[in-house]
């Protein structure tokens, strides 16, 4: 079974920058980065093909996050700039097998998922 392990998460003033952590335990699976807030449903932000092809970004955070893979290892990062207190959320990453097409961020397509790492934007 596919492990996830976020890390990065922690508290920020808006305008600030923060650098999620994402190691997965296996390679050749689409990853994606999600967040959900609190009374929000999950939202995919960016995902990653094992190829290294890159979806599209959220309109929520284009042009402020970027989404990097280390070649040598299985880690991922979300670095993420211009922070605003909207982005305040639990932050995941998770995995699925891209059999039936690697460009989804519907979260209901990922069958394995990290425990989450909290980012917390002030005003």
């Known amino acids: 079974q596919v492990q996830l392990v976020e890390s990065g998460g922690g508290s920020v003033q808006a305008g600030g920058s923060l650098r999620l952590s994402c190691v997965v335990s296996?390679?050749?699976?689409?990853v994606a980065w999600f967040r959900q807030s609190q009374g929000k449903e999950r939202e995919g932000l960016v995902g990653?093909?094992?190829?290294?092809?890159?979806?599209d970004y959220a309109d929520s955070v284009k042009g402020r996050f970027t989404l990097s893979r280390d070649s040598a290892s299985s880690a991922l990062f979300l670095q993420m700039n211009n922070l605003k207190p909207e982005d305040t959320a639990m932050y995941y990453c998770a995995a699925r097998s891209c059999l039936h097409g690697w460009r989804s961020l519907e979260p209901h397509s990922y069958s394995y998922w990290g425990q989450g790492t909290q980012v917390t934007v002030s005003s």
């Open positions: 296996e390679i050749g699976y689409c």
């Open positions: 990653i093909a094992p190829g290294g092809a890159i979806t």
